[in-house]
């Protein structure tokens, strides 16, 4: 979850959030203050902007604002000589 704090959010209707060019999930606006989001999955690791669309036609953008990393995997190794 990732919580985008700033001012007179409940004062512009429904919001859309994007990460890049994709669409957050569970977006919600807590107060006019807070919103929190479930980010979208990236494929690769990068850093995107983040969007802000608001009902009322307002647009906030904060460039280069979420870094997406690469998630530590698991190895698996064969076991040599069983």
């Known amino acids: 979850m990732v919580r985008?704090?700033?001012?007179?959010?409940?004062?512009?209707?429904?919001?859309?959030v994007y990460f890049g060019a994709k669409g957050a999930k569970a977006v919600v606006i807590e107060s006019p203050w807070l919103i929190t989001v479930l980010t979208p999955q990236a494929e690769v690791p990068m850093t995107v902007d983040i969007q802000l669309r608001f009902g009322d036609g307002t647009t906030?953008?904060?460039?280069?604002?979420?870094?997406?990393?690469?998630?530590?995997?698991?190895?698996?190794?064969?076991?040599?000589?069983g």
């Open 60 to 81: 906030l953008e904060l460039p280069q604002a979420y870094s997406y990393e690469e998630e530590p995997g698991l190895v698996l190794r064969p076991e040599i000589g």
């Open 4 to 16: 985008i704090e700033g001012e007179g959010f409940t004062s512009h209707g429904p919001v859309a």
